[in-house]
């Protein structure tokens, strides 16, 4: 099974966290309904506008403007690296900031296509420094991001230090990030429901993942799971 743009777009239309997407040029492609809950903007207002122009996020405690310049996210992409978590505050759409936790996560840049960068967020309390998708805290904007690529190449291999998932594993996770029930990956594998269990469990386990989508999402951004 071929894992597509298409379909992290379906898993995350109605994930609990927050998700837009973009492309290189900063125009926003994607926006699930959380992202609208939090910042109130509705996806027909955000879709095809540059997302600058609508959040103009500051990094958390400062007053620069995290985008000037170019996003942050997608000059790491273009530098071949994973981009860093952060804190950051967005403009919503009564004009005030909310302080949100932000993942970005790379997907596409596999056979010709352009990389997608999906900014995966949800609100942070005052004081709290977790993110609330896996469970890691959220280092500064200007902390480095990991080398997963040589220049001029966009990431398509597994980052250094990446967990080591089996062939298996990586199989059964392909399966469920298209949304595959338990029962039907095991006739498609031809295993036991019970084997497929443990194997989720497994690469749940290596890659600190409280959830099935945690692990998903995970994959994708230390390119464990390319997109095609």
Known sequence: MSLTTDSIFAVLAAATFGAYG???DQTIVF???EAERILGYTSQEMLGRHCYEALSGVVS????????GGCPAIQDLIAGSVPSQTSTA???STGDRKLVSLTPVV???MGGGDPIVLHLFTEEAAGTRSDGLSGATPVEATAPSRRIATEGHFAGTAASGAPRLTS???EVLRLVSGGWDTPRIANELN????TVLNHIRHFRRKLDAP???DAVVTAIRLGILPID
Do not use: F
């Not at 405690?61 to 995290?66: F, L, N, S, V, Y």
């Not at 295993?191 to 019970?194: A, K, L, N, T, Y």
């Open 31 to 33: 926006w699930n309904r």
């Open 22 to 24: 973009v492309s290189l």
């Open 90 to 92: 967005m403009i919503t």
């Open 61 to 68: 405690g400062g007053d620069q403007a995290q985008c000037e």
């Open 168 to 170: 298996r594993e990586v």
């Open 107 to 109: 997907i596409g840049g």
């Open 211 to 213: 959830t099935k989508l």
């Open 191 to 194: 295993i036991s429901p019970h």
